[in-house]
């Protein structure tokens, strides 16, 4: 059974830093992409960052590019997505998502099969 589980989001002010952590467990002989996106209140899920199963692709959003660093560690089955210089705009609920056919850190939700239950980010100003 596929389990993705983040953590480490929480209350921050603007301009500080924090770092989300996704643990995949059922997935240790697969190959598969990671993903995370985003859902802020009243809005649709967005596109955050992604990063092929090899690690040498990866695509931001614009909105988060210079900001947030997508990595992955194949041996523990973990990425985690460091975001640094947080605005309240990045407010949101955030989700990591596993791609299992390995699509190339695809930025389509469609793509993904396999979704974490999400960890609240709130940025204050």
């Known amino acids: 059974q596929v389990q993705l589980v983040e953590s480490g989001g929480g209350l921050v002010q603007a301009g500080a830093s924090l770092r989300l952590s996704c643990a995949a467990s059922?997935?240790?002989?697969?190959?598969?992409?990671m993903g995370w996106f985003r859902q802020a209140p009243g809005k649709e899920r967005e596109f955050v960052a992604a990063?092929?199963?090899?690690?040498?692709?990866?695509n931001y959003a614009d909105s988060v590019k210079g900001r947030f660093t997508i990595s992955k560690d194949n041996a523990k089955n973990t990425v985690d997505l460091h975001m640094n210089n947080l605005k309240p705009e990045d407010t949101a609920v955030y989700y990591c998502?596993?791609?299992?056919?390995?699509?190339?850190?695809?930025?389509?939700?469609?793509?993904?099969?396999?979704w974490g239950q999400g960890t609240q980010v709130t940025v204050s100003s």
């Open positions: 059922g997935l240790t002989y697969a190959v598969y992409d």
């Open positions: 998502a596993a791609d299992l056919s390995a699509s190339g850190a695809a930025y389509n939700a469609a793509r993904y099969d396999y």
């Open positions: 990063i092929s199963w090899s690690g040498f692709r990866t």
